[in-house]
């Protein structure tokens, strides 16, 4: 009987110690709060299409080599980008604006677009002070461990904790693992690497910790 009493106490206690709740100062869930805002801000490459360069039309062979050489970087990423499925190029206008008339003008250019294969991995989001951003995903980061956090304190009105962990990019996008795409951006490499160190703030809500940027009105 008496082993019987110890077994339920044992349970009990087990139960009682797993019932943590979520606005717990605690590993686990700082993991969890970290891990959904990783999954609605996924790692890769800043852009905004259309993207335009100007036309090549009417140059003679040295103007075309000074073109080619301006236009360098930009070529070698779009043509990348090109082979792997996700923009397409067409001949067409580009809108400019005189800053000191005010007036717009329409002149030729080559237009990059995202194809329905592009589309399918740009995400646009609004910042508060950059206005709309767009970001080709290549993959979605996820935390290896929380390793510290600071004890939580209170500052401009809501709890805070600073936390330390260790993250790793998931598996990479079809796209970002060509062999053309990561020799004109080489800055992947970094972007998926494995095992590396962050920190954050997180801050108590209601319904339990979330990312400091994922607070309302803050982006």
Request: with cysteine.
């Amino acid at each position: 009987m008496r082993t019987t009493m110890r077994a339920v106490v044992a349970v009990l206690v087990g139960v009682f110690l797993g019932c943590g709740s979520a606005k717990d100062p605690s590993k686990s869930n700082f993991k969890k709060a970290l891990n959904a805002h990783f999954e609605k801000h996924c790692v890769g490459l800043g852009a905004a299409f259309p993207a335009y360069l100007p036309t090549t039309d009417g140059l003679n062979e040295k103007q075309r080599a000074a073109y080619d050489k301006e236009h360098a970087t930009d070529l070698s990423r779009y043509n990348a980008l090109i082979s792997a499925g996700l923009l397409s190029v067409r001949d067409g206008e580009e809108e400019v604006k005189n800053w000191l008339s005010g007036k717009s003008t329409k002149q030729p250019a080559r237009v990059y677009e995202l194809t329905d294969e592009g589309k399918r991995f740009y995400k646009e989001e609004r910042s508060q002070f950059l206005g709309k951003r767009g970001t080709l995903c290549a993959a979605t980061l996820a935390v290896d461990s929380v390793d510290s956090f600071a004890e939580p304190a209170q500052m401009f009105g809501y709890t805070v904790s600073r936390v330390n962990y260790t993250y790793s990019a998931g598996s990479p996008n079809e796209w970002a693992r060509e062999a053309a795409v990561q020799a004109a951006y080489p800055e992947l490499k970094g972007l998926l690497a494995q095992n590396k160190q962050g920190h954050a703030a997180l801050v108590l809500m209601n319904t339990g910790w979330v990312h400091e940027k994922d607070v309302e009105g803050r982006k």
